[in-house]
């Protein structure tokens, strides 16, 4: 048994319409709080497509605290980012360089053209969470993460030094170093990226569903990662990244980027502090070092888990004519009770 409080997801993708619907009644089984990604079919860059998306959810919500983005780029306006962000509507802004991921085609090409967003987010406190790759044409994939610390985020750092800055979803240890070096900026964890490596993804066979953006990296890589969080160091915390597409877009001729983990991830993770008799830091990676990271308070109820094994993992989640594939590591499953 194990007792933790429930947990936060800190980067996550609800999508939108009904998918959105079946998707946030999952992570209201799993989640006390999660922060949500605004890249939309039309990505959430203002305040009336903010509104439409936060009545659409809010309305479909139990009682997980939803933490909302605003997808960043040369259109927003800093007058209305500014009356949003009087009312409380959005919690931080999201990055996405163009053409990184995923419904990025009007993510930012030139981030010098965004100091006045930069300086807007740095004078209110607003949270900059950031897709740390950099895209060109004919570069490396495996460089991409690299070459993004080294020419875009160590700009931002320089240029704006008290803005608070989440580097998402890392997966090198070059963007540990990075983060452990700088002030005000903590990273994004997922569960794909601590428990699989290119051996996994494919070594053997090719596994569609673990494709996505940042790819997976070699085992040094990841061996980096599951020191770090393991350690329970406070700059590294949960997001899953959940992104869920269709089976018909991933078991097909271009495979979408993205993995959905929300049904299975927080067994997974425990499964993994378990196995490295490190129960104790799992509050830390969880809950604690990403609220403290936002300075958000958080429920201190705890909730207990079992272990099971044998247990029967649903592959796939119907979804109309269609399914999602659920993503799952470990044979063992942690059930709440
Ligand atoms: C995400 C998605 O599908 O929205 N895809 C992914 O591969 N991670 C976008 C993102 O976070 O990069
Ligand atoms: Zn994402």
Redesign the pocket.
């Known amino acids: 048994m194990i007792k933790i409080f429930k947990p936060c997801d800190f980067?996550v993708?609800l999508?939108e319409g009904d998918l959105a619907k079946q998707v946030l009644a999952e992570n209201n089984k799993q989640f006390q709080k999660i922060l949500i990604?605004p890249?939309l079919n039309i990505p959430i860059t203002n305040s009336k497509l903010l509104n439409k998306y936060r009545k659409h959810l809010l309305k479909n919500n139990k009682n997980l605290e939803i933490l909302f983005t605003i997808y960043l780029n040369q259109n927003c306006s800093i007058k209305e980012l500014s009356e949003m962000k009087k009312k409380k509507l959005f919690f931080s802004v999201k990055l996405?360089p163009k053409n990184?991921?995923?419904?990025?085609s009007s993510g930012v090409s030139d981030i010098k053209k965004m100091t006045k967003f930069f300086e807007f987010l740095e004078k209110n406190e607003v949270p900059l969470c950031v897709?740390g790759e950099h895209v060109q044409f004919n570069d490396d994939p495996f460089e991409r993460e690299k070459k993004f610390l080294d020419i875009e985020l160590h700009w931002i750092r320089k240029n704006f030094p008290n803005l608070k800055i989440t580097l998402?979803?890392i997966t090198t240890k070059d963007s540990i170093d990075f983060v452990k070096q700088h002030n005000l900026i903590g990273a994004t964890v997922?569960t794909h990226h601590l428990l699989e490596n290119t051996y996994t993804f494919f070594g053997n066979h090719l596994k569609p569903e673990l494709?996505?953006?940042?790819i997976i990296k070699n085992a040094k890589h990841q061996q980096a990662l599951q020191k770090v969080v393991l350690s329970g160091h406070k700059k590294f915390f949960f997001g899953s990244?959940s992104?869920?597409?269709l089976k018909s877009k991933k078991f097909t001729e271009f495979c979408?980027?993205?993995?959905y983990s929300t049904k299975y991830s927080i067994s997974n993770i425990i499964e993994f502090f378990y196995r490295n008799k490190k129960q104790s830091n799992l509050d830390k990676f969880l809950t604690l070092n990403g609220n403290n990271h936002y300075n958000l308070d958080y429920y201190r109820e705890k909730i207990t888990f079992r272990r099971n094994s044998n247990y029967k993992f649903k592959r796939f989640s119907k979804f109309k004519n269609d399914h999602l594939i659920n993503y799952n590591f470990y044979k063992n499953f942690w059930s709440s009770i």
């Open positions: 980067h993708h999508r990604m890249n996405y990184a991921t995923t419904n990025s897709h998402e979803h997922t494709f996505c953006k940042p990244d992104a869920p597409h979408c980027a993205g993995v």
